[in-house]
């Protein structure tokens, strides 16, 4: 039977400097319990909410990334529900049922070779956040932070055309590259990027999944669902329409609460925030659009020859794709492209190295120019590079100070494979009978010349010491 | 003490800057009547002792030469509903009985700006709901021409410190006429603004898509003299934002046009909003007269003030308040009643159970209008109906080329204390002439015209949106013929 997955992906906007709906902090994290609040995100009598027009228009970029349309005039409801981390009572969101009025409706995206369609994206605060804490569950106590309360978010919901677990694998992971290439969004910090999952089997009641803490355990959340729905529909027995909750340790869903009837929102009109009218705001923010993923890496592959592994690495992280951008050359291009994704993302893995880093990108070029002349080697050039990127020194000084410039004197090869097989008598015979032993030679040569030695002249250099050894030997 | 405190706020003003008028003495002399009369009357829920230094102030820097602002240290009351950082703000409810603000209303923050001392917070009906004050929670305020009757509401302790010369003007808030209704009971000029051009920016939400502050004093150039201090543009509100309005101006100056008069302007005369046979109505005629004297026209019009506008009204400002009022859930503000066995949504109900009854029927009214299944018929209808409302009223100024549309303020006189409260029905009627303006965005005023039985009778003029200026303007041509003179002797 064929599953039908959709998701509500709930993004944070991180790069924002500001809350949705006041001036404080939109990066909450790291802070004492309470402290980065104001009388209008802690909901006080009185306050009032001041839309970030920053946050609106980040969330149209993702509107356009996703393909959407958006409606000229943006308004936002209040959706009325009691809960401790929701300061008003009510959260700020949107909503598409008097038509629409949300930042983007109708959107569709390629997923591998299937359409998956956007029926919405809106923005929306953040409530805070319940923490539990207490000795036992007997004496548990419910603490309230309100630090992420009006923290800007979108919400993107899909319709539900994905298939498989794998689908929605592939789908989040694109969400992630694609919401920090337009710079909406640090995927990478905690609880930036939650989402939910609706999963269905033909013609059978739909299950919402929530609560599920990474994409790695939606996935599996998804592929247990579809399992656990295909064996009541084989065993007949009806499926409820509920919402479950993906239990970590057990990795099973679990019946969140009994059916009941659908909470009722009464959802109304926002009036304290006047609508917006976007006019050719799209048009413009269209313009300045960053270059999507996808096109990227068509460009990558097609005009600068770069392999389509390589050029789908290197696209879907803007950091790199810009370093590769600005050090490239038309002779660079596979080269740097080569270094990077097998090199530097290496060292620079996480954001913050990223924000660390005192790599230049010309100094990036000067390097992988030495190697293409073969002034340095690839081991050379893996330890320059850690060091640049560390102090910030430049190229030549690392070379000239370290001597990490190849070793391509022929006199001082010969000389140094000379005394290399010279320390191990034994070798040369070996060496002479299997080619193997040329190899174990090659690494020895190497190792002692600090990896500077050019291999191609070693190798060379083995061989005519061989071929004088052969030369010397009697025949037989 | 022969501190002469019925005085207007221009007249004070210029007392002040020229050194006639000593602002301490004045503040002091203020205090002391609140002293002797308000344990009866009941117009202040809080007095601000301080505000006797904030005077001695003023004197000084008169002496030194240094302004004093437009508003010269002449003492205000404001309804308890607006926030003043460091004092309770407790819209007369038990919920907020010890809330006190760690901000000011912008409205507040322009008026010490621009000289203005606050005296005291002034009774109110329960969080604005109410026409009468008998539901303001620590008891209601007494009409200072008749202690029987009710002052109004829900404003009605601003009404009655102005009337009762326990301040020199005050501010309240202005939801279906809680403004004007008080200011007509009290004899004194109530104001409402277009909406969006004063800040509600520390107004305690209760139906905020409707509400504005509004201004009560003893003359309309008084009411000018606060606008031009305090009105326009505030980054705290985004619903004074011009950009998202007309894109009139929104500072226009309230009073330099004041005295021009109302030659060969139109108005409206609503006709069916009152009966001629009643005290109320032949001073609305009487009205109509003094504005044709004054070399206006008058034209009838007609206007719908069927049950369909006040219905329409009461289903909305309900749902708003549902959601404005969940706030108070007794967890970060309220009273002490300890969590212990109770689940979440239970202790929420039992906690919320001890607001007023009044409070209690809009906010069960208010969860049920908006809710699944009932919103096409309840609020999205009332939403068509505040649309259709504002059409019609546009094509009805648009017909006359009107300037505004005169009514009398409340069909009925004011009446005495238990007298309606009973009918809850009965009291949302006596908002039908006032919901109008709320309803459409328009500013509305309210002034003194005449007296009957020793009452007062408030006239309400209506204009169109932005027409702030003109409006004061028309209201203080009439004002000069007014009938009713003076305080209430106490």
């Given at each position: 039977m064929k599953a039908r997955i959709g998701l509500e992906i709930h993004c944070q906007l991180t790069t924002l400097k500001t809350k949705l709906f006041c001036g404080c902090r939109a990066d909450y994290r790291k802070m004492d319990p309470n402290t980065n609040v104001c009388p209008t995100c802690l909901g006080l009598p009185g306050s009032l909410p001041r839309l970030n027009g920053a946050a609106v228009k980040t969330a149209l970029l993702i509107a356009i990334a996703l393909g959407c349309k958006s409606p000229d005039v943006l308004s936002f409801f209040r959706k009325n529900y009691f809960y401790p981390d929701l300061p008003k009572n009510y959260q700020i969101t949107q909503l598409d049922i008097y038509g629409p009025a949300c930042v983007g409706h109708d959107g569709q995206i390629k997923v591998d070779d299937r359409d998956v369609r956007i029926s919405r994206i809106q923005l929306e605060e953040d409530p805070g956040r319940i923490v539990y804490s207490g000795a036992s569950e007997k004496n548990l106590e419910t603490l309230v932070d309100y630090?992420?309360?009006g923290a800007p978010l979108v919400e993107i919901v899909t319709e539900p055309d994905m298939e498989s677990p794998r689908d929605v694998r592939i789908f989040l992971n694109l969400m992630h590259d694609m919401l920090e290439n337009i710079g909406a969004s640090d995927a990478s910090l905690e609880g930036a990027i939650r989402a939910d999952a609706n999963v269905s089997l033909e013609g059978n009641n739909k299950v919402e999944i929530k609560n599920v803490s990474s994409f790695h355990d939606l996935e599996k959340a998804v592929g247990y669902e579809i399992m656990r729905q295909t064996n009541n529909i084989e065993n007949e027995i009806e499926i409820d329409k509920e919402t479950r909750q993906w239990d970590e340790k057990r990795r099973i869903t679990v019946s969140a609460?009994?059916?009941?009837?659908?909470?009722?929102?009464?959802y109304f009109l926002e009036h304290d925030v006047p609508w917006i009218e976007i006019g050719n705001a799209c048009d413009m923010l269209r313009k300045d659009m960053p270059e999507s993923i996808a096109t990227r890496r068509q460009r990558y592959t097609a005009e600068y020859g770069i392999s389509d592994q390589v050029a789908e690495i290197l696209s879907s992280q803007q950091y790199f794709a810009r370093i590769f951008e600005s050090a490239r050359t038309d002779e660079n291009s596979r080269e740097l492209a080569n270094i990077i994704t097998t090199d530097l993302m290496g060292l620079l893995e996480t954001r913050q190295k990223q924000a660390d880093s005192k790599l230049g990108s010309a100094e990036l070029g000067r390097l992988v120019g030495a190697m293409m002349d073969k002034r340095i080697t690839r081991t050379s050039a893996k330890s320059a590079l850690q060091s640049m990127v560390r102090d910030g020194r430049s190229f030549d000084d690392i070379v000239r100070e370290?001597?990490?410039?190849?070793?391509?004197?022929e006199s001082k090869i010969t000389e140094l494979v000379g005394s290399v097989i010279d320390s191990e008598p034994g070798l040369v015979n070996q060496a002479l009978a299997s080619p193997k032993a040329v190899h174990y030679i090659m690494g020895l040569v190497m190792k002692k010349s600090s990896g500077r030695a050019d291999p191609e002249m070693v190798r060379k250099a083995i061989e005519s010491y061989l071929d004088s050894k052969r030369n010397d030997a009697p025949d037989q | 003490m022969s501190t002469d405190l019925g005085i207007t706020l221009a007249e004070y003003v210029r007392g002040v800057a020229s050194g006639e008028i000593s602002c301490e003495e004045y503040v002091v002399a203020t205090l002391d009547r609140i002293e002797k009369h308000d344990a009866k009357l009941h117009a202040y829920v809080s007095v601000d002792a301080d505000a006797v230094e904030a005077a001695k102030g003023v004197d000084a820097a008169v002496r030194a030469g240094r302004d004093v602002g437009a508003l010269a240290g002449a003492p205000f009351g404001i309804k308890d509903n607006i926030c003043m950082a460091?004092?309770?703000?407790?819209?007369?409810s038990w919920m907020l009985e010890d809330y006190v603000s760690p901000y000011d209303a912008t409205v507040v923050d322009r008026l010490s700006g621009s000289g203005g001392i606050v005296v005291g917070k002034t009774n109110m009906d329960e969080f604005a709901m109410g026409l009468t004050t008998e539901f303001a929670a620590f008891g209601p305020s007494l009409n200072p021409w008749n202690t029987e009757c009710v002052p109004g509401g829900s404003s009605g302790g601003s009404a009655v410190a102005v009337s009762a010369l326990e301040c020199i003007a005050s501010l309240g808030s202005d939801t279906g006429g809680s403004v004007r209704n008080p200011a007509s009971f009290c004899g004194i000029v109530g104001y409402k603004p277009t909406y969006g051009r004063l800040s509600r920016y520390g107004l305690v939400s209760y139906a905020n898509s409707i509400e504005q502050v509004g201004i009560m004093a003893r003359s309309v150039e008084d009411v000018g003299i606060v606008m031009n201090a305090i009105s326009g543009e505030d980054k705290m509100d985004d619903t004074t934002r011009r950009d998202v309005r007309s894109g009139a101006d929104h500072t226009p100056d309230h009073i330099a046009d004041i005295d021009g008069g109302v030659e060969g302007m139109a108005v409206g005369l609503d006709v069916d909003s009152f009966d001629e046979s009643t005290d109320v109505g032949s001073a609305v005629r009487r009205a109509a007269d003094a504005f044709e004297a004054a070399g206006a026209t008058v034209t009838d019009v007609h206007i719908d003030h069927g049950p369909s506008s006040v219905a329409s009204y009461y289903v909305l400002t309900a749902a708003e308040a549902g959601s404005n009022l969940a706030r108070y859930d007794n967890l970060r503000y309220g009273y002490d009643m300890p969590q212990e066995g109770y689940e979440y949504n239970a202790y929420i109900s039992r906690a919320r159970s001890r607001l007023g009854p009044e409070v209690t029927r809009r906010m069960i009214l208010g969860g049920f209008v908006p809710s699944a299944g009932h919103a096409g018929k309840y609020y999205l209808k009332a939403l068509k109906m505040r649309d259709a409302l504002s059409a019609q009223v546009d094509g009805v100024f648009a017909d006359g080329n009107l300037a505004c549309i005169l009514s009398p303020?409340?069909?009925?006189?004011p009446f005495k204390f238990?007298?309606?409260?009973?009918?809850p029905v009965e009291l949302f009627r006596m908002d039908s002439n006032t919901v109008l303006a709320n309803l459409t965005g328009r500013p509305s005023i309210s002034v003194p015209f005449a007296m009957s039985s020793g009452l007062p009778i408030g006239v309400q003029l209506t204009g169109s949106l932005d027409s702030d200026a003109q409006l004061l303007r028309i209201a203080n041509t009439i004002h000069a013929s007014s009938e009713s003179k003076g305080a209430p002797q106490l």
């Amino acid at each position: 039977m064929k599953a039908r997955i959709g998701l509500e992906i709930h993004c944070q906007l991180t790069t924002l400097k500001t809350k949705l709906f006041c001036g404080c902090r939109a990066d909450y994290r790291k802070m004492d319990p309470n402290t980065n609040v104001c009388p209008t995100c802690l909901g006080l009598p009185g306050s009032l909410p001041r839309l970030n027009g920053a946050a609106v228009k980040t969330a149209l970029l993702i509107a356009i990334a996703l393909g959407c349309k958006s409606p000229d005039v943006l308004s936002f409801f209040r959706k009325n529900y009691f809960y401790p981390d929701l300061p008003k009572n009510y959260q700020i969101t949107q909503l598409d049922i008097y038509g629409p009025a949300c930042v983007g409706h109708d959107g569709q995206i390629k997923v591998d070779d299937r359409d998956v369609r956007i029926s919405r994206i809106q923005l929306e605060e953040d409530p805070g956040r319940i923490v539990y804490s207490g000795a036992s569950e007997k004496n548990l106590e419910t603490l309230v932070d309100y630090n992420r309360a009006g923290a800007p978010l979108v919400e993107i919901v899909t319709e539900p055309d994905m298939e498989s677990p794998r689908d929605v694998r592939i789908f989040l992971n694109l969400m992630h590259d694609m919401l920090e290439n337009i710079g909406a969004s640090d995927a990478s910090l905690e609880g930036a990027i939650r989402a939910d999952a609706n999963v269905s089997l033909e013609g059978n009641n739909k299950v919402e999944i929530k609560n599920v803490s990474s994409f790695h355990d939606l996935e599996k959340a998804v592929g247990y669902e579809i399992m656990r729905q295909t064996n009541n529909i084989e065993n007949e027995i009806e499926i409820d329409k509920e919402t479950r909750q993906w239990d970590e340790k057990r990795r099973i869903t679990v019946s969140a609460r009994s059916k009941e009837s659908d909470t009722d929102y009464r959802y109304f009109l926002e009036h304290d925030v006047p609508w917006i009218e976007i006019g050719n705001a799209c048009d413009m923010l269209r313009k300045d659009m960053p270059e999507s993923i996808a096109t990227r890496r068509q460009r990558y592959t097609a005009e600068y020859g770069i392999s389509d592994q390589v050029a789908e690495i290197l696209s879907s992280q803007q950091y790199f794709a810009r370093i590769f951008e600005s050090a490239r050359t038309d002779e660079n291009s596979r080269e740097l492209a080569n270094i990077i994704t097998t090199d530097l993302m290496g060292l620079l893995e996480t954001r913050q190295k990223q924000a660390d880093s005192k790599l230049g990108s010309a100094e990036l070029g000067r390097l992988v120019g030495a190697m293409m002349d073969k002034r340095i080697t690839r081991t050379s050039a893996k330890s320059a590079l850690q060091s640049m990127v560390r102090d910030g020194r430049s190229f030549d000084d690392i070379v000239r100070e370290s001597g990490l410039g190849t070793v391509d004197d022929e006199s001082k090869i010969t000389e140094l494979v000379g005394s290399v097989i010279d320390s191990e008598p034994g070798l040369v015979n070996q060496a002479l009978a299997s080619p193997k032993a040329v190899h174990y030679i090659m690494g020895l040569v190497m190792k002692k010349s600090s990896g500077r030695a050019d291999p191609e002249m070693v190798r060379k250099a083995i061989e005519s010491y061989l071929d004088s050894k052969r030369n010397d030997a009697p025949d037989q | 003490m022969s501190t002469d405190l019925g005085i207007t706020l221009a007249e004070y003003v210029r007392g002040v800057a020229s050194g006639e008028i000593s602002c301490e003495e004045y503040v002091v002399a203020t205090l002391d009547r609140i002293e002797k009369h308000d344990a009866k009357l009941h117009a202040y829920v809080s007095v601000d002792a301080d505000a006797v230094e904030a005077a001695k102030g003023v004197d000084a820097a008169v002496r030194a030469g240094r302004d004093v602002g437009a508003l010269a240290g002449a003492p205000f009351g404001i309804k308890d509903n607006i926030c003043m950082a460091g004092t309770r703000t407790t819209c007369c409810s038990w919920m907020l009985e010890d809330y006190v603000s760690p901000y000011d209303a912008t409205v507040v923050d322009r008026l010490s700006g621009s000289g203005g001392i606050v005296v005291g917070k002034t009774n109110m009906d329960e969080f604005a709901m109410g026409l009468t004050t008998e539901f303001a929670a620590f008891g209601p305020s007494l009409n200072p021409w008749n202690t029987e009757c009710v002052p109004g509401g829900s404003s009605g302790g601003s009404a009655v410190a102005v009337s009762a010369l326990e301040c020199i003007a005050s501010l309240g808030s202005d939801t279906g006429g809680s403004v004007r209704n008080p200011a007509s009971f009290c004899g004194i000029v109530g104001y409402k603004p277009t909406y969006g051009r004063l800040s509600r920016y520390g107004l305690v939400s209760y139906a905020n898509s409707i509400e504005q502050v509004g201004i009560m004093a003893r003359s309309v150039e008084d009411v000018g003299i606060v606008m031009n201090a305090i009105s326009g543009e505030d980054k705290m509100d985004d619903t004074t934002r011009r950009d998202v309005r007309s894109g009139a101006d929104h500072t226009p100056d309230h009073i330099a046009d004041i005295d021009g008069g109302v030659e060969g302007m139109a108005v409206g005369l609503d006709v069916d909003s009152f009966d001629e046979s009643t005290d109320v109505g032949s001073a609305v005629r009487r009205a109509a007269d003094a504005f044709e004297a004054a070399g206006a026209t008058v034209t009838d019009v007609h206007i719908d003030h069927g049950p369909s506008s006040v219905a329409s009204y009461y289903v909305l400002t309900a749902a708003e308040a549902g959601s404005n009022l969940a706030r108070y859930d007794n967890l970060r503000y309220g009273y002490d009643m300890p969590q212990e066995g109770y689940e979440y949504n239970a202790y929420i109900s039992r906690a919320r159970s001890r607001l007023g009854p009044e409070v209690t029927r809009r906010m069960i009214l208010g969860g049920f209008v908006p809710s699944a299944g009932h919103a096409g018929k309840y609020y999205l209808k009332a939403l068509k109906m505040r649309d259709a409302l504002s059409a019609q009223v546009d094509g009805v100024f648009a017909d006359g080329n009107l300037a505004c549309i005169l009514s009398p303020t409340v069909p009925v006189l004011p009446f005495k204390f238990g007298e309606k409260i009973d009918d809850p029905v009965e009291l949302f009627r006596m908002d039908s002439n006032t919901v109008l303006a709320n309803l459409t965005g328009r500013p509305s005023i309210s002034v003194p015209f005449a007296m009957s039985s020793g009452l007062p009778i408030g006239v309400q003029l209506t204009g169109s949106l932005d027409s702030d200026a003109q409006l004061l303007r028309i209201a203080n041509t009439i004002h000069a013929s007014s009938e009713s003179k003076g305080a209430p002797q106490l």
